[in-house]
């Protein structure tokens, strides 16, 4: 129930291509669903993020789509570019209940120069 | 200010030692939290502070120990670790509650080895 499980757990995709990552979640009670891209030795950083009462949002090459009767969102990278090779997870949390961020496994993106 | 500052960056220590990580914030977050993040795995929550008092512990061993001085620092006291507690520890903070379109900031991280 608490898990978000996100595919795939790697990606390669040539530059200026559409990079796709998908996560699903079980708990209906989840109502804040943030995107975070991490470098290697840094933190991770939050991307974008969207509630459930919004199917798609959108903030520069960056996109989610959010499909609440399927429990499931997803993370869309347009002209993908080779600094935007990170590794991305996807969270969910319950925000009027508690502080906890639950992760998804995570995503190693390359982008091919 | 949207840092959330972590010292030190690195830390080696003996199994026998005594030693603290350190976390700054000033964005007036009440919410903050120790996470643990190994190689190549997503950030393990262990403890949170919320109005600088501890709200949840996931079950993590005590060896750990979390303090919330004020409600700009929290420190996480590490005393007998072993190997396997080698990882990022990160740091992170939010609103409590976060409604609205809040987010939780991570630091960059201490970069701890046990030997």
């Known amino acids: 129930q608490q898990q978000v499980k996100q595919s795939p757990q790697s990606l390669i995709v040539q530059k200026g291509g559409i990079s796709i990552i998908n996560c699903a979640y079980e708990n209906t009670a989840f109502d804040y669903f943030p995107w975070y891209q991490q470098f290697p030795g840094k933190g991770p950083a939050l991307l974008i993020a969207i509630r459930p009462d919004v199917s798609e949002k959108k903030e520069g090459r960056f996109t989610i789509s959010f499909n609440k009767s399927a429990k499931q969102f997803s993370l869309h990278i347009m002209d993908s570019q080779p600094g935007d090779s990170a590794t991305y997870f996807c969270?969910?949390?319950?925000?009027?209940?508690?502080?906890?961020?639950?992760f998804g496994k995570g995503t190693r993106l390359h982008i091919l120069p | 200010d949207t840092e959330v500052t972590q010292t030190p960056k690195h830390l080696v220590m003996g199994m026998t030692n005594k030693k603290s990580l350190k976390c700054e914030q000033h964005?007036?977050?009440?919410?903050m939290y120790w996470y643990k993040q190994k190689a190549k795995k997503p950030p393990e929550l262990m403890f949170v502070?919320?109005?600088?008092?501890?709200?949840i512990n996931e079950s993590v061993p005590s060896r750990f120990s979390p303090e919330c001085p004020n409600s700009s620092l929290l420190n996480l006291h590490l005393h007998a670790l072993q190997p396997e507690d080698s990882a990022l520890y990160l740091c992170?903070?939010?609103?409590?509650?976060?409604?609205?379109?809040?987010?939780?900031?991570f630091g960059q991280g201490t970069r701890l080895t046990v030997v």
């Open positions: 964005m007036g977050h009440r919410a």
């Open positions: 969270a969910a949390s319950m925000d009027y209940r508690d502080d906890k961020i639950i």
């Open positions: 992170a903070s939010s609103q409590v509650g976060r409604s609205g379109n809040t987010e939780a900031f």
């Open positions: 502070y919320s109005y600088e008092k501890l709200s």
